[in-house]
């Protein structure tokens, strides 16, 4: 079993076609190919289902991936811990939620870079839950995420506080005049997993209001412009909507506390070797959040 093996192997598993594999690992694709059948009958073991629209995953290829992917990230983690000095350089996954990325990483992302001209920083945005997936997977170095999480394998820090609101349209002066309305309201939200989608609706049941319904969109831009035009409402930081250039055509709600007061956290896992670049994203988020709030 080699090391190309397993490269080949995760980068079918993920992309879903040797193919696409072959272009991410940059060979041909009859290598890929042969490559895993080499590793299937070293395992003795079918590791995809073949199919004309592509590959999946057999039990035991599911199985195998996540051994791959450790193999894999302890050899990248070796390979730092020899090379890495006090100097920060190299590669940096980060991920980070959309609404962090656009109003609070860009000074910090500035100045790293001006701090760090020789660390490859990569930022991929996405939910909490996908962003914690990723970071479990290896996927990413460090993430900021909302909230703290019961989960053992994570470390995770407190970067800085948010004031979540819930924002609806100038039309409604006050919640009580928005929950009267709840029942004909459209709930703007991000996919399953967001944190603040989440919080949005504890604060819903527990309130014992129902919206008309939910509309899922993709980007920061398009939730508050709808909620800006009267289309709905929804829940967001709110640092974040005085930011935004629909900002006088928005109306923020105070929430309860319990709901209103959330963490951003900076999590890595707890197993993975911190490499001088990601300590220093951490400590330059600490500095710069300490001085701005």
């Avoid at 039309?171 to 399953?192: D, G, I, P």
């Avoid at 609706?201 to 009267?230: H, K, M, N, R, V």
């Amino acid at each position: 079993m080699e090391l190309r093996q397993l490269k080949m192997f995760c980068a079918a598993a993920e992309y879903g076609s040797f193919t696409a594999a072959a272009e991410k690992v940059h060979c041909v694709q009859s290598n890929i190919t042969m490559r895993v059948k080499e590793l299937e009958a070293e395992l003795r073991q079918p590791l995809f289902i073949r199919r004309k629209t592509g590959i999946t995953l057999t039990s035991a290829g599911q199985v195998f991936l996540g051994y791959a992917q450790r193999i894999l990230q302890l050899t990248e983690e070796s390979r730092s811990a020899l090379l890495d000095s006090s100097v920060p350089a190299g590669p940096l996954r980060l991920g980070s939620m959309e609404t962090t990325a656009a109003v609070r990483l860009p000074r910090v992302l500035a100045r790293y870079r001006e701090r760090y001209p020789e660390v490859q920083l990569s930022l991929a945005t996405g939910t909490t839950a996908e962003l914690i997936k990723a970071v479990e997977a290896h996927r990413l170095d460090g993430a900021f995420v909302g909230g703290f999480h019961q989960n053992p394998s994570l470390h995770q820090e407190a970067i800085f506080n948010e004031e979540l609101v819930l924002v609806s349209s100038n039309r409604y002066a006050s919640l009580a005049a928005l929950a009267n309305e709840m029942t004909q309201q459209t709930v703007l939200v991000f996919r399953s997993g967001c944190f603040y989608r989440s919080t949005l609706e504890q604060w819903l049941y527990q309130a014992g209001l129902i919206p008309g319904q939910i509309l899922e969109l993709g980007t920061l831009d398009g939730i508050l412009s709808c909620t800006a035009a009267g289309m709905g409402v929804t829940i967001l930081p709110k640092a974040v909507v005085e930011h935004h250039e629909s900002r006088d055509q928005i109306s923020c709600h105070r929430l309860p506390d319990e709901f209103a007061k959330v963490a951003t956290v900076f999590i890595r896992r707890k197993d993975s070797f911190e490499t001088a670049a990601l300590r220093a994203m951490a400590s330059l988020a600490h500095e710069q959040f300490a001085v701005s709030g």
